[in-house]
């Protein structure tokens, strides 16, 4: 069985341009989460989906950051525009719910480099 | 708000050494799980083991196991018969059992070298 599959696995660009992740997580996982990870750091949530809704958005910045799952499987991240400070690891993760007792699997994340 | 803190940045053990790294929390919650993941150079976050708070036994998965201390709130992980593929950073993190909108908190993770 595949994995969480991410593209692409690495990202350069300049500041001020747009940017956008994609994430197709296993076949018949209904949640579906976006990490942050900053260097050195570990990862920190910035929304989670069930199906195509966003239920967890908290932690995403709004203002340039925007997300979407539509037809509830792939989803995509995106950055606009994308500042130095957003040059980390993009992580995603999905499992087939979201009570606490199922396992997430990880993705192998998108290394973001803005110059 | 729950924390996980893992004091030590870096570890190194001897190949076919033992090691044991490290973790604590803090949470007012009296059910919720406990994980380490590995995390290789590949970034691909790998769940290494997981101990649910209600269960006093020790989670054990073949060479790993944590040693889980409830009333002290650590969570440390041994590393038995270390293999150079066990290097890697090791991250602990904590989820409330109670309610759909849990989430993984994170500790900082701790960076594992083994020494041929």
């Known amino acids: 069985e595949a994995g969480v599959v991410q593209s692409p696995r690495y990202k350069i660009i300049e500041k001020k341009q747009p940017v956008a992740f994609w994430c197709n997580p296993i076949s018949g996982h209904n949640t579906l989460y976006w990490y942050l990870q900053n260097l050195g750091q570990g990862p920190e949530l910035l929304i989670r989906y069930e199906n195509e809704e966003a239920v967890d958005d908290s932690q995403l910045p709004k203002d340039r950051f925007s997300a979407e799952r539509l037809k509830g499987v792939d989803s995509t991240l995106k950055i606009q525009p994308a500042e130095l400070g957003d040059s980390a690891v993009y992580l995603c993760?999905?499992?087939?719910?979201?009570?606490?007792?199922?396992?997430?699997?990880f993705g192998p994340g998108t290394r973001l480099t803005v110059t | 708000a729950q924390t996980v803190t893992q004091s030590q940045p870096e570890m190194s053990v001897q190949e076919a050494e033992t090691v044991t790294l490290s973790c604590t929390y803090d949470?007012?919650?009296?059910?919720?799980?406990l994980f380490w993941y590995k995390q290789p150079p590949s970034r691909q976050m790998i769940l290494v083991i997981r101990q649910e708070a209600y269960k006093q036994q020790n989670a054990t998965e073949n060479r790993f196991s944590v040693n889980f201390q409830k009333a002290a709130k650590s969570f440390s992980l041994k590393i038995s018969d270390s293999q150079l593929g066990d290097a890697a950073m090791y991250f602990c993190a904590y989820r409330s059992a109670t309610g759909a909108n849990s989430k993984l908190t994170f500790g900082k993770g701790i960076t594992l070298s083994v020494r041929p």
């Open positions: 949470t007012s919650e009296s059910d919720y799980y």
């Open positions: 993760a999905s499992s087939l719910g979201a009570v606490p007792s199922y396992e997430q699997y």
